[in-house]
Every structure is written in C-alpha cells, then in structure tokens.
C-alpha cells in the first residue's frame, strides 16, 4: 500500500506550500509515537485530566424498554470538555509543544473540537485560533463563548456555507500562510495523511476500553458497535479495535438531514460519490462537475460534506456499515435517552442512538450492542427547544 | 509539442489569469483574445471550484459569481472551441483535481486537448501526487505545471528535475491575492531551479503593479498576474474587456 493510503483511499492532495510541514508532522509523530516520555506524559493527561477510562455503562432501562439485545453506551460524553474531541486534542497539542510549535489553530462544527483545542491550549500554553462558520456560531453561540473564555480567538467564517467545510477552508488557508510556528490540529479522521492516522491512533483508546470493560462483566465481545460519522473520529476510535473481529458489526451512522431523497442532507456514502478534497481521496457529496454539495444536518459537528478516508476503505470492503439518519429521528432518540436514562447525548450521538433504537428489538436478548455516546448534549439544548418550537431564554 | 515553449522564447513572459464565467463564459469568450492582443504571452483560464483552498477572497469571490452564473466544466470546454476559432495563443487551465477527477481524467484531458489546452495548473496536487493526472496529461501532450513555493527549499532540485512547460514559483506565503510587498528570495528559488534544470520559471501570487512585475521580471522568465485581473472583472462585469486589455498592455510592457 502507497504511504499513507487505506486502499485506494487517502493521500495527500494539498498544495506545495504545506507539504514540508505536513512531512515535518510525519517525522515528529513517527518519532513520539514510539518515545515512551511522550506516551507516558499522554496517558498521564488521559487519566488525570481528561478522565479517562470513560466508563461503559448497561443501560438496563433502555434495554427493558426496547426488548432486545442488551445495551452498553460508551460515556464518552463524561471526558473533561463533554466529548470524545479531547482525547485527540490532548495528544496534538502535546505534539505540537514536542514540536516547538507556540500556536495552534483548528476547525470547529459544533464547536466541541473548538473547545476542547482552546483547552489544551490553554492548559499547554499555547496560542489558539479557532476557525467556525458563521452559521454555526449562531447554532452554538455558548460553545464561541466557552471558547473565548478559554483564551482563544474565535474567526468567523464567512465564505461558502459558513460551515463545517468552510471552516477546514479557512484553517488550511490560515496554514499556508504561517507555519513556523503554527500547528494545525485537525479535529477528525480526514485531511491530508499524515493526520487521518494521526487522530484514529489518539482515539483508538475507545473501542480498546470498550473491549476490556465489555471482557469484565460480559467476558465476550459485543456483536455491535455503533457510532455517528461525520469525518469519523469517534466511530474510527469505537471501530479500529475490533476491525479484526469479524462476529462484530460496524455500523456508522451518517447524518441523513432532512432525509436521504431531500437536497438537505450530510449523507455521504449513501448519497456521495469518489472524489479529492481536504487533501484526500474519499468519499464526498458533490455534483457530477465536482463542485461540492452544500450539505446540512441539524447536527452541526456532522454537517460535512465528506468522510475521513479509512471509513471509505470499510465501506468498500463491507466491514463496516453506514446507515444513514434523519434529523427528526435524532431529535427523538436525543430525548428518548434522555428521558429513560437520564443521559443527555450529543445531537449528534443521538444519530447512533436512533440507529441502536431501531437495531435493538430485531436482535435475540442474549446479543450486545454498544452505542458510542460521543458527546453530552448540554450544547443542543436550545436548539433542540427551537425545532420543537418551544421559546425559550437563552 | 505543447506552446508552452513558445511562451518564453521572445523575452519575458507576460502571463495573465482570469476566472472562466466572471461575470458570465460570453465575456470570457472576448477577453481570452482581447487579452492575447494586448500582450498576454500565455492564459491562465481558471475552472472555478466551490472550495478553492489555495486562492484569496478575490478569486474566491470570482468562483463563486462563475458557478452562480451558471459556469460548468462542459460549459467552458465549449466556448474554448469557439474562442480558438479566433486565437492561437496558449492556454492553460487552472483548476482544483477534483473537478478533474470528477470528470473523469481520461475524459477531461481529450476534451482539454481538442479546444487547444496546453498546460494544466493544479495547485491542490504536489509532487507527490502528481501521478493522478500525468500519464493522461502526457498522452495528450499536455503540460503539468510544477509549483514551489517559499517553504520547498530542498525539495525545489526533485520538482525542477520532473517538471514540464514552466516551474510557477509561488512568490509568497499563504494564498493568492494583491500584497504590498514580495519577501522571499525569489533569485535563490529560482537557481535552485536552474541548477537542477534548464527551464523556464515565471514567478505568482501576489504581484499587481507594474513595479513589481518589472523587479519579479528580473528573477525569472515571465510573471504570471490574477488577483488584481480579476478585480477589474469584479468592477466592471461585462463591461471589463477593456479596462483588462489596457492593464495587461501596462504590465507587458513594464516587463519588456
């Protein structure tokens, strides 16, 4: 296989400016990634700052409730910061500090990898820009607060869709034009190589944690695991370690909008077709001149118009599954978990939890399903509130 | 054999950038010759992309009038047939690999060779990449242009020694767009070039004014001016044939 490529897929498609640092990132990772002071100082962060093992929790209500296999959710939502983001944040920006590296800048959707880069930032010492549309700094208007709080800049994108996708735009434009001292953290399974490897090694912990917890009161593996995708990060992390598995299902679940036939959706596999952009082969919602499709999702964080390009390659091969989900059945599974459990997911969580929802009752009780909680819903309260069309004070 | 060589053989190169579509393909249609007769060495005929990474808000902006406008890929190949009825001039396409890719690469390049396109310009596709268009580029005697920017350094001798057509040096850091001032070595960008290859280089990004064509001149074989073109688009529209025409003769002759 051609360096840095999952398949056909991957690549580094960007242009000559970048590609010395882009290189100058291959070398520093594949030099810590195997420096046992930077693992031990990462896992130090991991348990005592970050939290983690997330703790794997039988959702016994659930279960009862649909009738089914029995449910575990991955409570990825208790990290410090509120979602998965911070386990690939704290690994990058402890890298770029290895690196010499005094600035960090980074995309955001939903703005929870916009937090949790502010964060470490402001742990580490490091300057922070954030890049986020404008149309999602008013979807998440608490998230560009929390942000600034935190001591970073926040610009507001103005081109294209004022979106996720333009957000990545800007930041690689940003990129290009000041590197000595600026690391680019990329907050999900995408981009140019080396980071899709790069982030899916800082969320691998995932589906390991899912694994030995699981082994502890089940002594098995599950026979799914589901997960949202937008780029892919938290369902790369849940999936990777089970990829040589084969009794366990994959499942992605992508943001269908306001449904797979409707213009308005983030579906990329059901709907997009092979092509280049963020500086990779994969996956992307386009037209037939490859110009690419503006998308939409009520989900900010899954509001892209591609997918990372090692969940192109699980499509390919059918190792995994993508199924794709509407707005309206996240919205009502986002209140079903949160009803029954008392766990409020992330809107865009509640993709993998309509999925599970509709998975649960056609499987014999003695299966297992585990439901990647990427994130807490704290966030989408309000927006949550105004499709329901509840007023309320903000 | 491509009229890239053409391009550099009667002193320095004067190479001009405008956005296919801006404002709509009819007055792209008059500019392209319009533009050859005022001096205009070679065109560079941007395929506009939804999500140009590499340009600044101006073309940025250009690209998305285009698409508005209703420019498609099928569309621009169309009215080249019709424009090289009426010049000879070399012409190059600049464009993003995936409305390239998309097409269909093979498809893509026997239409770009039959209206007379002579070199592509794909500055999301670094060395490294290169091979998703270069056989089909090849086989249609079309030039891959090379770029290195500020930051290749030593990987300037490996891109010079595989390049075809011309070497676009990218002047500055960043994306393209009109800047007050050129900081980098331009003279040691392009002896690193020479030294690895006999070939000409013509220096972009950023360059506006006369002044600044005639000193980039000095370091290279030609300059290659598209920001502050298509501003002149953005002001007057349809109405901009002339006042484009009158500034490229301005900046070929600042050059000559």
């Not at chain 1, 986020?132 to 926040?154: I, S």
């Not at chain 2, 075809?164 to 392009?190: H, K, W």
């Amino acid at each position: 296989m051609k360096k840095g490529r999952f398949g056909n897929y991957g690549g580094q498609y960007i242009p000559e400016t970048l590609m010395n640092a882009v290189l100058e990132l291959e070398e520093a990772y594949e030099y810590y990634r195997k420096d046992e002071h930077f693992q031990l100082e990462l896992d130090e962060l991991m348990k005592n700052y970050a939290g983690r093992p997330s703790i794997l929790y039988y959702a016994q209500k659930m279960t009862r409730d649909l009738g089914g296999a029995k449910i575990y959710l991955k409570r990825e939502d208790l990290n410090h910061t509120g979602s998965h983001k911070i386990n690939n944040v704290l690994g990058q920006a402890l890298l770029a500090k290895k690196m010499g590296k005094t600035r960090v800048i980074a995309e955001t959707g939903a703005g929870q990898h916009g937090v949790a880069t502010a964060t470490a930032a402001a742990l580490m010492d490091l300057e922070c820009e954030i890049f986020m549309g404008r149309e999602d700094t008013q979807r998440q208007a608490l998230n560009v607060f929390r942000m600034e709080l935190l001591g970073a800049k926040v610009n507001v994108v103005e081109s294209g869709t004022q979106t996720l996708k333009d957000a990545v735009n800007e930041t690689m434009r940003e990129w290009t034009s000041r590197m000595d001292d600026t690391y680019y953290v990329l907050g999900s399974v995408m981009g140019p190589h080396p980071y899709p490897t790069i982030v899916r090694d800082f969320q691998k912990m995932i589906g390991k944690e899912i694994k030995e917890q699981l082994q502890a009161v089940e002594h098995r593996l599950p026979d799914a695991v589901i997960a949202c995708v937008g780029g892919g990060s938290n369902a790369i992390g849940a999936f990777y370690e089970f990829i040589d598995d084969p009794t366990v299902q994959l499942i992605g679940c992508e943001a269908a909008g306001l449904g797979v036939d409707n213009p308005k959706n983030a579906a990329t596999l059901a709907n997009g077709s092979v092509g280049i952009f963020h500086g990779m082969k994969s996956y992307f919602c386009q037209d037939e001149f490859g110009q690419i499709a503006p998308v939409y999702s009520i989900s900010a964080g899954l509001d892209y118009p591609g997918i990372g390009p090692e969940h192109a390659m699980l499509a390919d091969t059918g190792r995994a599954q993508y199924v794709p989900v509407t707005d309206l059945e996240a919205v009502e599974a986002f209140e079903y978990l949160s009803r029954t459990e008392g766990i409020i997911p992330a809107i865009e969580s509640a993709h993998a939890v309509a999925y599970a929802c509709r998975l649960a009752p056609k499987m014999a009780g003695d299966k297992i399903i585990v439901i990647n909680i990427s994130g807490r819903g704290d966030k989408d309260v309000a927006a949550i509130a105004r499709y329901r069309g509840v007023k309320i004070d903000e | 054999m491509s009229r890239v060589k053409n391009v550099f053989s009667k002193g320095k190169a004067f190479i001009a950038f405008i956005t296919a579509g801006d404002p709509n393909l009819e007055t792209t249609e008059k500019l392209i010759p319009a533009m050859s007769q005022a001096g205009a060495d070679l065109i560079e005929i941007g395929i506009p992309f939804s999500d140009p990474i590499a340009e600044g808000v101006v073309i940025q902006n250009a690209s998305e009038r285009a698409l508005a406008a209703g420019a498609t890929t099928d569309k621009i190949f169309d009215m080249l047939e019709r424009v090289r009825k009426k010049t000879s001039v070399p012409l190059a396409f600049m464009t993003y690999v995936n409305p390239v890719f998309v097409y269909g690469v093979e498809r893509f390049m026997k239409r770009a060779a039959a209206c007379g396109i002579d070199a592509m310009v794909v500055p999301d596709l670094p060395f490294e990449e290169k091979e998703e268009l270069l056989s089909s580029c090849q086989a249609r005697g079309i030039d891959l242009i090379s770029l290195i920017a500020p930051t290749s350094k030593h990987r300037i001798s490996m891109i010079a020694a595989g390049a075809e057509g011309f070497v676009y040096c990218v002047s500055s850091l960043g994306v393209t767009g009109v800047r007050s001032r050129i900081t980098t070595d331009i003279a040691e960008m392009v002896a690193l070039v020479k030294a690895a290859r006999d070939i000409p280089c013509a220096i972009g990004f950023g360059i506006s004014t006369p002044e600044q064509a005639r000193t980039m001149a000095g370091y290279a074989d030609g300059v290659i001016v598209g920001s502050a073109i298509v501003k002149i688009a953005e002001q007057y529209g349809v109405e901009c044939v002339g006042p484009i025409s009158a500034y490229v003769r301005q900046m070929k002759a600042a050059i000559e």
